[in-house]
Nanobody, 127 residues
Framework: QVQVVESGGGLVQPGGSLRLSCTAS????????IGWFRQAPGKEREGVSC????????YYSDSVKGRFTISRDNAKKTVYLQMNTLKPEDTAVYYC????????????????????WGQGTQVTVSS
């Protein structure tokens, strides 16, 4: 079974930055759609940023536009989420999601579109 592992979470002060990384145990996977989701306590899991890798099209939730950037290193089979100007409301467990299919438009950040999920990494933004 494919294992997906996130790293890079932690405690950061408001205004700070973190970079999350995500790798899959099976480096033969063709990651055609990648995404980052988050779930805050008591709230529904939501799509944060997603990408279709064949064309580089990206999606960002309104709450993170201009602050977060999704990227990937195909050679390293690693997915990144650069998070800048972090706010307390960004506090959540962040999940990496990977899929081998191309999901178009809004489907790229739909939870149901993804087959492979990481275990989550905690991001806490607090003074």
């Amino acid at each position: 079974q494919v294992q997906v592992v996130e790293s890079g979470g932690g405690l950061v002060q408001p205004g700070g930055s973190l970079r999350l990384s995500c790798t899959a145990s099976d480096n033969t996977l063709e990651l055609r759609t990648i995404g980052w989701f988050r779930q805050a306590p008591g709230k529904e899991r939501e799509g944060v940023s997603c990408m279709t890798t064949h064309d580089g099209n990206t999606y960002y939730s309104d709450s993170v536009k201009g602050r977060f950037t999704i990227s990937r290193d195909n050679a390293k089979k690693t997915v990144y989420l650069q998070m800048n100007t972090l706010k307390p409301e960004d506090t959540a467990v962040y999940y990496c999601a990977l899929d081998t299919y191309i999901h178009h438009g809004e489907d790229a950040c739909l939870i149901f579109s993804y087959d492979y999920w990481g275990q989550g990494t905690q991001v806490t933004v607090s003074s």
